[in-house]
């Protein structure tokens, strides 16, 4: 469900070819976007087609100005260009809303941040007196991260890509191996921690997970292109579709149950919606001030980590907050100023065949800088 690393625009994890690029761009406003050069916006998305990703889309907004732009295909071999508000997996982008559920419950008195895992959900963890809920959304609980018990060949990957995982089944590949280091002393990114919140949120409310996702913030805050998918293999609507070469042959691999991803990166979103929820989530829209100056709040060793929330540092010194996600061929990030004033959400899947996507660094700091 993928690992912080958009800052340094270095993606790992993730399978990524070239390809021919097919651009396009489309405003929302009347006016571009005053400082910000959608040429240079275009140049990186074709460097990303270029040298390692099928097709790549951005919205990107200044101050009351937006515009949309894309790269590449959205099927390999085909000629039509990706969709300019496509859907795609967000991978851990997930963990911000999942994070904004568990903060609510904090903000109604439901849930005690510093409270022991235990209290919730008693005899989950072999270490849930010690392991608070605050460690899980940051990931310094020392749970071993589920996804490292997993077969990591690509061909074992795909002969088990539509098995349903219950929670707990992920959980306890995790509980089966001891803490990485004991609770609260390090920061290390876990997707186990949010398997957990998710456990977490469902037994507070009484409903899973998703269903208090979609009542607490899809609905509200009107995203109709959002969707938690369960067991459901398929991305509906339009979409770009992602590749590995396996064995000398292109696999298409857009299909999979996400249920292995669950709460720590199974949602399915648009970059129009990421982006009003971005804009929803810093503006106070969802959380009550103490909850999201706690979302923002890190550790000196937390690497700008809060909960389910991160700060990612520019090469010109400028902070973006947000969250990034990788899963299964699918790359993303959310980012924006803290006063929503510039916002950025990005998408692009991967082609057939490996190298290191180019570009990344650019497109932020025309951006950010």
Request: hydrophobic share 40%; net charge negative; glycine share 12%.
């Amino acid at each position: 469900m993928g690992k912080r690393g958009w800052a340094a625009a270095v993606v790992t994890a993730l399978v990524l070819g070239a390809t021919g690029a097919a651009t396009a761009t489309a405003d929302t406003s009347a006016d571009a976007a005053a400082r910000i050069d959608r040429a240079a916006v275009q140049r990186a998305l074709d460097a990303m087609t270029r040298t390692g990703a099928a097709g790549v889309q951005v919205r990107i907004t200044e101050g009351n100005r937006q515009f949309a732009a894309r790269s590449g295909v959205a099927e390999w071999g085909r000629e039509r260009p990706v969709p300019l508000d496509g859907r795609f997996r967000i991978g851990s982008v997930t963990k911000t809303f999942v994070s904004t559920v568990v903060l609510q419950l904090v903000g109604e008195g439901r849930v005690e941040l510093d409270a022991p895992v235990g209290r919730y959900l008693p005899g989950l963890l072999p270490d849930g007196d010690r392991i608070t809920v605050r460690m899980l959304l940051q990931h310094t609980s020392g749970l071993h991260d589920y996804t490292g018990s997993l077969p990591s060949d690509p061909v074992e990957q795909l002969k088990i890509r539509y098995k349903h995982w219950e929670p707990a089944e992920l959980v306890a590949l995790s509980t089966a191996k001891p803490l990485n280091f004991p609770p609260g002393t390090r920061f290390d990114y876990s997707n186990t921690n949010f398997a957990v919140a998710g456990m977490l949120i469902k037994e507070v409310t009484g409903r899973p997970y998703d269903v208090e996702v979609e009542r607490r913030v899809l609905r509200p805050l009107g995203l109709r292109a959002t969707f938690l998918p369960g067991d459901r293999p398929g991305i509906p609507g339009p979409h770009a579709h992602s590749y590995v070469r396996l064995d000398g042959r292109v696999e298409d691999i857009t299909r999979f149950n996400p249920s292995v991803a669950g709460a720590a990166g199974s949602m399915i979103s648009t970059t129009a919606d990421l982006d009003r929820f971005a804009d929803a989530l810093l503006g106070g829209e969802l959380l009550k001030p103490a909850q999201l100056a706690e979302m923002m709040e890190s550790l000196p060793f937390s690497e700008g980590y809060g909960l389910g929330f991160a700060a990612y540092p520019m090469s010109c010194g400028t902070t973006a907050w947000g969250h990034d996600g990788v899963i299964f061929g699918y790359s993303t990030a959310v980012l924006s100023t803290a006063d929503t004033g510039t916002r950025l959400v990005v998408s692009f899947s991967s082609g057939p065949d490996e190298g290191e996507v180019e570009g990344l660094r650019e497109l932020l700091d025309e951006v950010f800088c």
